[in-house]
């Protein structure tokens, strides 16, 4: 299989390319800093993986159209896209912040921009590499965040309100991942391209200054299985590791 992560350069990302790099499938990491990517794809071809790794930024139209062709000219199609990138809090700005009623409206619009926009414009654009592979596949990584049953009573999922900040940013991004990813899944079933959204749980990364308590590593897992399943495979779903997550 040909599979491209976004965000795969470090993080959950890594972990999952590292994962089907392991299981023999050929790997494409996209990443916003060319450097990073590659440094990424070269340990990991130095392990004997077959990876390598393209330009993508996903709120750039341009950088994923780019990053398109590139996979295009070197291998022909696509089998599986797994969209990973993702973002809790812009670059200088605070989490606090996103309380609804004194938030930034526009932290708010760059959340989205990455962890909603991002992943249509990725998946849009690499749509037509999917539809020449024989059992296509999309994995959008969201979050148990973004859960409106478990914002209402996180106790339901052994958490405290402590532990799911009040955010009108990140969270509601995920809600609205996941719901695109249903929309995507009753589009594309009759064309056999299989979409389905998974929650890694609360790993320890940058997104969320390495306070998880799960490893990247395990975080990783939910969206490989998805990645690989066969071509009879559920669609329109949303699980972790352990099964499907209340919605």
């Known amino acids: 299989m040909i599979i491209l992560v976004t965000g795969g350069n470090k993080g959950i990302g890594r972990?999952?390319?590292?994962?089907l790099a392991a299981?023999?499938?050929?790997?494409?990491?996209?990443?916003?800093?060319?450097?990073l990517g590659e440094k990424a794809a070269a340990e990991l071809r130095a392990t004997g993986?077959?990876?390598?790794?393209?330009?993508?930024?996903?709120?750039?139209?341009?950088s994923v159209a780019a990053a398109a062709d590139a996979v295009e000219a070197r291998y022909g199609r696509l089998?599986?896209?797994?969209?990973?990138?993702?973002?809790?809090?812009?670059?200088?700005?605070?989490?606090?912040?996103?309380?609804?009623s004194t938030a930034d409206l526009d932290t708010i619009r760059q959340i989205f921009e990455t962890n909603f926009y991002g992943v249509m414009t990725v998946t849009n654009t690499l749509l037509p590499l999917l539809r020449r592979s024989a059992a296509p596949r999309?994995?959008?990584?969201?979050?148990?965040a973004g859960s409106l049953a478990v914002m209402a009573d996180p106790a339901i999922s052994g958490l405290s309100p402590d532990d799911?900040?009040?955010?009108?940013?990140?969270?509601?991004?995920?809600?609205?991942?996941?719901?695109?990813?249903?929309?995507?899944?009753?589009e594309l079933r009759p064309d056999g391209i299989l979409?389905?959204?998974?929650?890694?749980?609360?790993?320890?990364?940058?997104?969320?200054?390495?306070?998880?308590?799960?490893?990247?590593?395990?975080?990783?897992?939910?969206a490989v299985r998805m990645a690989t399943i066969p071509a009879d495979?559920?669609?329109?779903?949303?699980?972790d590791d352990e099964g499907p997550v209340l919605w």
């Open 15 to 19: 972990e999952i390319a590292a994962q």
């Open 23 to 35: 299981l023999g499938h050929t790997v494409v990491i996209g990443a916003r800093d060319a450097e």
């Open 49 to 62: 993986a077959d990876v390598t790794a393209v330009v993508l930024d996903v709120t750039d139209p341009a």
């Open 79 to 100: 089998d599986a896209l797994v969209n990973n990138a993702g973002v809790a809090t812009p670059a200088g700005s605070d989490r606090a912040a996103q309380r609804p």
């Open 138 to 144: 999309v994995v959008n990584v969201s979050s148990a």
């Open 164 to 186: 799911l900040p009040i955010s009108a940013g990140y969270s509601p991004s995920k809600t609205a991942l996941t719901a695109l990813t249903l929309q995507y899944a009753r």
């Open 195 to 222: 979409v389905n959204a998974v929650c890694p749980g609360y790993c320890a990364t940058d997104l969320n200054n390495h306070s998880g308590y799960r490893t990247p590593a395990q975080g990783a897992t939910a």
């Open 233 to 239: 495979g559920p669609t329109g779903t949303f699980t």
